[in-house]
């Protein structure tokens, strides 16, 4: 079992990123999936989330309307589209699968600065 996130890095205030979580080993269509963040000396939070099927999603209301989380079941991979990016932003990202197992990918970092 394997997800891999990229697409992390440092980005100016009001960019855009495209993270990807490319997953392997396990029925990926049959996950929910979720993207979390932590920033330094916070707690891991809920960022999205996606139904295994795609066609529910819900969003932490520090993102809401910035943030679309999104997943290609025939690539086996979870995106997290990420615009009008703010400082509060930075954090690793981490993506999770979610059925009666749960699995991890290592996080990748986003960093919102100028």
């Known amino acids: 079992v394997q997800l891999v996130e990229s697409g992390g890095g440092l980005v100016q205030p009001g960019g855009s990123l495209r993270l990807s979580c490319a997953a392997s080993?396990?029925?990926?269509?049959?996950?929910?999936m979720r993207w979390f963040r932590q920033a330094p000396g916070k707690e891991r939070e809920l960022v999205a989330h996606?139904?295994?099927?795609?066609?529910?999603?819900n969003y932490a209301d520090s993102v809401k309307g910035r943030f679309t989380i999104s997943r290609d079941n025939a690539k086996k991979t979870a995106y997290l589209q990420m615009n009008s990016l703010k400082p509060e932003d930075t954090a690793v990202y981490y993506c999770?699968?979610?059925?009666?197992?749960?699995?991890w990918g290592q996080g990748t970092q986003v960093t919102v600065s100028s």
């Open positions: 999770n699968a979610l059925r009666a197992s749960s699995y």
């Open positions: 080993g396990f029925t990926f269509s049959s996950y929910a």
């Open positions: 996606i139904s295994s099927t795609g066609g529910n999603t």
